[in-house]
């Protein structure tokens, strides 16, 4: 597959990823998170939070638990670079999926296993909440 191919490829998984997580689809999410993903959360405050897989999931099922759907589905999508079975995405992303609604900054780790994208490493570096949370951009 050429790299073209592959990014184009790679943004397709990232739209998959971002409407499993908008709608909270647990089972989509258990499929694209890799059973050793590590997610860093880092906020406005220098507050760092670690999850695991089950944990980061369980945020997904405590908003649809609560009917806090859908979330916000705004993405940019800035940067993506692939190494064979490996690829980087640097993302941007408006939800309130830590509680209020901001902008996040991503950077992801993908791997290819088990024929399929996966994500092994989430990074996401939440910006201060906005005063008009309704602007887009």
């Known amino acids: 597959m050429g790299e073209k191919d592959t990014t184009k490829e790679i943004e397709a998984f990232i739209d ?13 999410l258990e499929s694209v998170y890799h059973k050793d ?4 959360m880092l906020d406005d405050s220098d507050q760092l939070t670690v999850a695991d897989k089950a944990a980061f999931i369980d945020r ?21 670079a692939t190494n064979n079975n490996s690829a ?28 399929r994208w996966q994500v092994i ?11 008009d949370s309704a602007r887009q951009n």
Request: hydrophobic share 40%.
């Open 121 to 131: 490493r989430e990074i996401i570096f939440l910006e201060p909440p906005s005063p």
């Open 60 to 80: 997904f099922k405590r908003k649809r638990n609560a009917g806090e759907l859908p979330l916000n589905d705004w993405t940019k999508v800035h940067h993506i």
């Open 88 to 115: 980087l995405v640097i993302f941007s992303r408006r939800n309130n999926l830590s509680g209020l609604e901001r902008k996040l900054r991503l950077a992801i780790d993908l791997i290819y296993e088990d024929g």
């Open 16 to 28: 998959y990823l971002v409407q499993a997580g908008v709608h909270c689809r647990v089972d989509k």
């Open 37 to 40: 993903i590590q997610v860093f």
